[in-house]
């Protein structure tokens, strides 16, 4: 791969730009054939960025820009759930059927605490992409670490989106509840 000739912190600016500018993801080899580095380089960039206050997250579609708009939802609650692995493609395409936008999974480890990973899942292609990327790689599901117990934060514009999806999650024996 050709040499960037930008300066560091040059490229990290532009690689701002870009997340600003996006609508959607961008994955890591995209930034880094943009800027002429290697997707090492990007991470690294990318977390300095972070380091510095820039709200950044990586989801399973790549690095997102958290301005208001992405990350304004006037309703969000989190949620408990409990599934094999073999019912994850089924729990999330109920939310996003819903409209309901899948923002995280969170599981508790005995060792480390809270683990979360960003999800920014808002429809069946994004269900689709991750479980194919799940498969691709062959990387476990974070529930596997709590035998199906995760809790995921999910985000509306109508509290019936949230209602009406955590009801069917609920008839399917997903949702837990008190």
Known sequence: M????LKAEDRRDQILAYL??????IKGH???????VTRQ??????SLLKASGEPIIATSQGYVYLSKSTNHFPFRE?????????????????????????????????VYGDLTANL?????????RLIERLQETESSYLSQLTGG?????I????????DDAKKELARKGILLES
């Open 78 to 110: 989190v949620i408990v759930c409990q599934h094999r692995p073999d019912q994850t493609e089924e729990e999330l395409n109920i939310l996003v059927d819903h409209g309901v936008h899948v923002i995280d999974v969170i599981v508790e480890h005995p």
């Open 155 to 162: 985000g509306a514009h109508q509290k019936e989106a949230l």
């Open 149 to 153: 117990v995760h809790t995921h934060t």
């Open 2 to 5: 050709p040499q960037s000739k």
């Open 41 to 46: 380089v990007i991470v690294g960039d990318i």
């Open 20 to 25: 600003k500018q996006s609508k959607e993801p």
């Open 30 to 36: 995209s930034l880094a054939e943009k800027m002429k």
């Open 120 to 128: 920014g899942i808002s429809n069946r292609r994004d269900v689709t």
